[in-house]
Each structure stands twice: as C-alpha cells, then as structure tokens.
C-alpha cells in the first residue's frame, strides 16, 4: 500500500477546511498541507450557504450584543468564554474576505451591506445576495490555491483517523478515480467534514452530509458532544427541502397558515419572523397538527409569503431564491406564497473540541460544523455558522501548523492500514447479502424523521433507538451489487450509511437520556427547562455496546441562564 506523508492533513474542503489551510500556510512555508475532500472543493455543502455571515461591523451593534444574542439563542447552553472570543474574531474574517475579492452586497455609499437574521438584535448578517456560500467558497478555494504547500486530493474518500496511544498518527484514504488504497501519515489532522444531516428524510443539506468525520473521530475515541441538538429550518421548500433562506424573512418575508394569520404573533410577538429557529418550527409544527396548515399534493404546509416585497427587491436580494422556488416549487414568489415546512438543517453537536480546536486526541483538531466547541449550544442562530467556520476553521489551522511544527513524524503501522484496507475491499465491497443499501437508508431516515423529529417524547426516542440498532444489524447482510473499485459510488453509498447509523444511534440515545426541553430539543414528556439537573453538555464516547453518556459542564462568564422569550 502506498504511503503519502504531509505535516498537516485537512480533511474537508468545505468553508472551514479551506480557511484552515490558509491559516496554517500563513502560518508557514516550511509546512506541507494536504486538503482531502471526498468532492471537488466547491461543491462542499459551504457553497449552499445563502443568507449571510454574522459579524459586528457598525455602530450600535457591539461585541456584547452579538455575544448575548448568541447566548440566549443557544438557551444558555453556549460556553460563553467560546461565544466571547468568536464574536470578536467574526469582523477580522469578513474583512479578509473583503481583501480576497469577496463580492460582497453594498449599501449605496459602497460599505458591506448587512442584513436582519432571526434572534439577531441587529442587522449582523453580512451577505453577497443570497449567494454567500457560493462566493465565499470560491474566493477561499483561489485563495489556497495561490501557496505552493497546499496540496489537494480531490474526490479522496477518508474511512478512518488512525491512533496510538491516543494520539492522532495518520489516515486511511481512497482515491475515488482508481479505487487505490493509501495510508496518509501526518503530525497533525484537521476534521473539517461538515454535518450529518442526511440521518433525516426531509433536509436542506447535501447528500454529501453524511457526518463522517464525526463518526471517524468517534470511533477513534473522542467524544461527540451534545448530539441530540439538531436544528429544524422553518423553511424548507415543500417538497424538495431545498432552503429558503432565513434572509427572506429578514427582507420582510411573512409567515402564514390557512386562515391567513401571520401566527407567530401568538408564539414570538416581539420578533415574529425573526425569533429564533427552534421556536419558528415548533410554531410551524403545532400550526400544522392544529389543522392550520394548508393543504397540498404533498402534505400539510406553511405559506412563506414575499409578494409585498416587490419584484425589484426579489430580484436584487433574492435570486436565487426565486430561481428555486420556480424550478423546484413550482411557484414564482413575486406571484404566490412558497409552500415550505421545517427541514433538518444544522448538527449544533460534533467531535468535542476546545477554544483552540483540539480534540481529547493529541494532534486531531476539529472545526466548522462536524465540530462542537459549545458555541452554538442548544440551537445555532442564522450566520453564525459559516462565521464559526471562517473564525475556528483559521484557529484550527494555525494550532495545527504550531503542533506540526514543534513535533516529528509518528509512526503509521502498515497493518493497521492493511486491515482497513481489508475492512473496505475484502468486506464490504465483497458484501453479497440480502439487504439493500438504499432501502436501509431510507429505512433509518424515516426512522428519524418520524421518531426523533421537532417533537420528541420517551416512547418514541426508545422505539427509534431499537429500530436504529436493528437496521445496524441488518447493515451486516447488505450487498454491494457493483464489484468495480473505480468510482464505485454503491461503495461509497455503503461507508456513508455505515457512517450515518452509528450517528442516528448516538442523536437519539443522547435525546432519550436529556429529560428536558432546550433549544431545538423539545419533550413532549418533559416540556421545562431544568437547568437544575440539565445545565451541562452530553459527551457521547464510542463503546461496542453503543454510546456512553458522559456530561460535564457549562462555562458561564457573564450571563447567568434567564427565561427565554423573544
Ligand atoms: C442550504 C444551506 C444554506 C445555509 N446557509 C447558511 C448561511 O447563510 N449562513 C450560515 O452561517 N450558515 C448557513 N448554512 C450552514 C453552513 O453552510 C454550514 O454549516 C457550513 O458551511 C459547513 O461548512 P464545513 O466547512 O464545516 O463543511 P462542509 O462545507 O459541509 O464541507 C465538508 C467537507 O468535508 C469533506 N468530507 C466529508 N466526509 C469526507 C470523507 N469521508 N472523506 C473525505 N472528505 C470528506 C467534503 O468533501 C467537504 O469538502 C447553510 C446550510 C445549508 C445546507
């Protein structure tokens, strides 16, 4: 098996992944990087990312506006020395990309322009129409590709994080293309795999978004951190699940049921639109099993209504969200409401990591959306995600380049790897049983869907969680049907649904133990906050017989829990 070495290796080419590898050839020239990604660079989930980029740039907003925002959206489970530093990163990072050729939307004196975003107190949300992703993606990935020690490995697919002794000593990789199978050694890697969302049925992200780098890092014994936080959309397209950006409210969007209330009223009367997203779906859903939902050919929805804006200003501000609507919703909005309902849409949980990115695994750091570094909490506002991977994708990349630097090559035993290897071709690939792939996929996000979905109560979680560990039983009959290594996609299929199993399992074994209500966590059977009991962060650690739940506590600088109302 052919050996590749590189100081760091980055595994993900999403918002995060490059802004990493920036960072640490910033850091320095003597280092070599490697980006791997299982996709070409821009076609990383990052590059769907609508709406915005949160950071305080005006007068009358402040760091500590921003900071309590983010705290009271998180519903006090944000570890707030965290949520104090990136507040003050954000501004640096917006202005870098301003430097890099972001096309930034202007006002009409010519500065960045920003937009209102929900549970924001300010306009914060920085925003190239409703294209920021896609601009910002394609600005980081010119950027990086301007150092002569970054190296890519596109279309790479990574299958496991290789340790000894906890410490992180390399990676088993595939080239896609051939099939070929290498051990990747390294002084330090950087998980930058985005989320999970695909565990769900009805999402806005990707089929990319199969969380496997968090599986990865948890099966190489670090813990993921408060899994059972999976944040709802309010406004998924009805019925692809395709988003419509939470910038339309903040352009005046309304919502409204079939009476033709605009019902947040009753749920969020201050902010109405712009509350934030936890509450928004769970309007949204009591709305709906109230029977106030409208009726369509496919199901129960919400109007998202944009027609007062005008067309100009649809145009102008909302593109793309025009494009969508009229191609896969069937409905121009400058003529029609847009039918939508909540959709999966962000992991607040990940691989547990510091201020600084490090993971419990000496040399494993973690950043962007597969990581959890307690910033978002119990429920991430809009904009803040993409921010957290500019602002921890660049710490994480500079603390890797620090630890590469001050340290030498591990050793990457060519057993182990071999083993992988055999995991992979002589196993799975070789797989001849009765169960399909795509069926047990469908089977657990259906699972998920029905069972661990906006409303959650005991019952359900427990029947989910037997459910989901029998389909992992059943993932031991699959078969992959085509024999090929080159760009076997039923292969990749395979590994990320193995990915996935393992993360439904841990989302709700962490929700069934979580006998509270917080952020987007809602019980039917436990409806209250219980800071008493709850105020601490679930540490999911990897065992045979499934999770082990471990809890630790809440860091809280300056803002004592309160009650949450909007
Ligand atoms: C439609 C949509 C709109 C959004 N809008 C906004 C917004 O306006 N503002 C905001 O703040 N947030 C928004 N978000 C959320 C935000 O975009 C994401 O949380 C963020 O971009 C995640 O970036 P990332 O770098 O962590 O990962 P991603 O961009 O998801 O990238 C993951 C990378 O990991 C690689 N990878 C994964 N597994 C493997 C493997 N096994 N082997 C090799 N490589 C692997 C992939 O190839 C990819 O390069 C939006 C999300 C969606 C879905």
Not at 32 to 47: E, M, Q
Not at 87 to 102: S, T
Not at 418 to 437: C, H, M, P, Q, Y
Request: net charge negative; proline share 4%.
């Amino acid at each position: 098996m052919e050996k590749i070495s590189h100081d760091i290796i980055i595994v993900g080419a999403g918002i995060a992944g490059l802004r990493a590898a920036i960072a640490a050839a910033d850091f320095s020239s003597k280092i070599g990087i490697a980006v791997v990604s299982k996709v070409y660079p821009v076609r990383s989930h990052s590059v769907c990312a609508q709406g915005g980029t949160a950071a305080v740039l005006r007068d009358g907003d402040s760091y500590d506006l921003h900071s309590w925002d983010t705290v009271k959206g998180s519903d006090f489970l944000a570890d707030q020395n965290v949520v104090e530093f990136f507040v003050k990163q954000c501004p640096e990072e917006i202005i870098a990309l301003e430097h890099w050729g972001c096309p930034w939307s202007r006002t009409e004196d010519g500065k960045i322009n920003q937009r209102r975003f929900g549970g924001h107190s300010f306009p914060r949300a920085c925003f190239a129409a409703d294209m920021t992703g896609f601009h910002e993606m394609h600005i980081l990935d010119a950027k990086a590709r301007t150092y002569g020690n970054i190296t890519f490995y596109d279309e790479w697919f990574v299958t496991s994080i290789q340790t000894v002794d906890n410490l992180a000593v390399g990676l088993t990789a595939f080239q896609m293309k051939t099939g070929k199978m290498c051990a990747m050694r390294s002084k330090a890697i950087v998980m930058a795999t985005g989320g999970h969302e695909r565990i769900y049925e009805f999402t806005t992200f990707s089929h990319t978004a199969t969380g496997d780098g968090m599986t990865m890092a948890y099966r190489a014994g670090a813990p993921l951190k408060d899994m059972e936080f999976v944040q709802f959309h309010p406004t998924g397209l009805v019925p692809p699940g395709v988003l419509i950006t939470e910038g339309a409210r903040g352009e005046g969007g309304h919502l409204v049921n079939s009476k033709g209330e605009r019902f947040m009223e009753k749920y969020a009367p201050e902010k109405m639109e712009l509350a934030p997203r936890d509450i928004i779906a769970r309007a949204e859903m009591t709305e709906i099993s109230e029977d106030r939902g409208l009726k369509g050919q496919y199901g129960p929805y919400i109007a998202l209504d944009l027609r007062h804006l005008g067309e100009d200003k649809i145009n102008e501000r909302l593109p793309l969200i025009r494009d969508v609507a009229i191609k896969l919703g069937g409905v121009d909005p400058v003529e029609e409401p847009i039918p939508i309902r909540p959709a999966a849409h962000y992991s607040m949980g990940g691989i547990s990591a510091n201020i600084h990115s490090e993971t419990s695994i000496a040399g494993l750091f973690a950043a962007g959306e597969c990581s959890c570094m307690s910033l978002h909490g119990a429920n991430r506002l809009g904009t803040n995600s993409t921010a957290e991977c500019l602002v921890f994708g660049a710490v994480s990349g500079r603390e890797a380049a620090k630890y590469a630097l001050a340290n030498s090559f591990p050793e990457l035993s060519k057993e182990r790897a071999l083993t992988e290897e055999k995991r992979i071709f002589d196993g799975i690939l070789a797989s001849n049983g009765d169960e399909r792939v795509a069926s047990l996929r469908n089977e657990m996000r259906q699972i998920m869907n029905g069972k661990a979905w906006i409303f959650r109560d005991g019952h359900h979680l427990q029947t989910a969680l037997k459910e989901i560990r029998a389909l992992r039983k059943k993932f031991e009959n699959i078969a992959v049907e085509d024999k090929d290594k080159q760009y076997n996609t039923g292969l990749i299929g395979a590994l990320q649904l193995d990915f996935t199993l393992d993360l439904a399992e841990i989302t709700v074994a962490s929700a069934l133990a979580r006998t509270e209500s917080r952020g987007a966590h809602y019980r039917f059977d436990y409806p209250k906050r219980d800071d008493k009991e709850w105020l601490k962060h679930t540490l999911a650690y990897y065992s045979k017989d499934g999770p082990r739940l471990e809890y630790t506590p809440v860091t809280i600088t300056r803002w004592p829990p309160t009650e949450r109302t909007y």
